[in-house]
């Protein structure tokens, strides 16, 4: 069975537009696995935010799943920033929300799995992808809001601290996007 397709809260900026004046574009992207408890945090926050809406024009949401080739090939459109939903192992208490940035200058690695990669192989990928395709750093930068998690075995539902969490990882996305939106737009 296919995971559900990915809906933009914004439709995608065209090439021309993107090119032409270098609008910021900036993805939210909710990854995780919503059968495995709270591994499907960020498929939830992002779909929060599909629902409320009201973000600024140039943000895109979404709700990237356990596709992550697919995040990758998506990414060398080119995107001014990246924010990630995910779940994040800290050694914090169950529902804790982390705000991470990932240095794009370390090497990533990590291996291929077309339907479960976990973002640091994801950003690997793309680095390996932008150099056999001749694009040069299709993302200017990468924030990862986080929830240390209480259950990843099987089941559906997040668990109650990391349910709790959610609210508060809205308010982080909010807080960070205009951090992203002002960064500049990569070349291509």
């Known amino acids: 069975m296919n995971p559900p ?3 933009p809260v914004a439709p995608p ?3 021309a537009a993107r090119d032409g004046d270098r609008r910021t574009r900036v993805l939210v992207a909710g990854i995780g696995n919503v059968f495995r408890s709270d591994d499907g945090f960020g498929v939830e926050v992002a779909r929060r935010l599909l629902a409320r809406g009201g973000l600024p024009a140039g943000v895109e949401v979404a709700d990237i ?3 992550g080739m697919h ?3 998506r990414l060398l459109d080119g995107y001014a920033g990246l924010l990630l939903v995910d779940t994040v192992h800290r050694d914090g208490p169950p529902g804790t929300v982390y705000r991470i940035e990932h240095d794009l200058d370390t090497p990533g690695g990590g291996a291929l799995d077309g339907h479960g990669m976990d973002p640091a192989s994801v950003l690997g990928l793309l680095e390996r992808l932008a150099a056999a395709t001749g694009v040069e750093r299709p993302v200017g930068r990468v924030l990862l809001v986080g929830c240390e ?3 990843l075995d099987e089941g559906m539902g ?3 601290p990391v349910a709790a969490a959610v609210e508060p990882a809205l308010q982080a996305v909010d807080e960070l996007l205009p951090t992203l939106l002002g960064a500049p737009v990569p070349h291509g």
Request: charged share 15%.
């Open 65 to 67: 799943g356990v596709r």
């Open 5 to 7: 397709p990915e809906t």
């Open 71 to 73: 995040l990758a090939y």
């Open 13 to 15: 900026v065209p090439p």
């Open 149 to 151: 998690p209480a259950v």
């Open 158 to 160: 997040l668990s109650e």
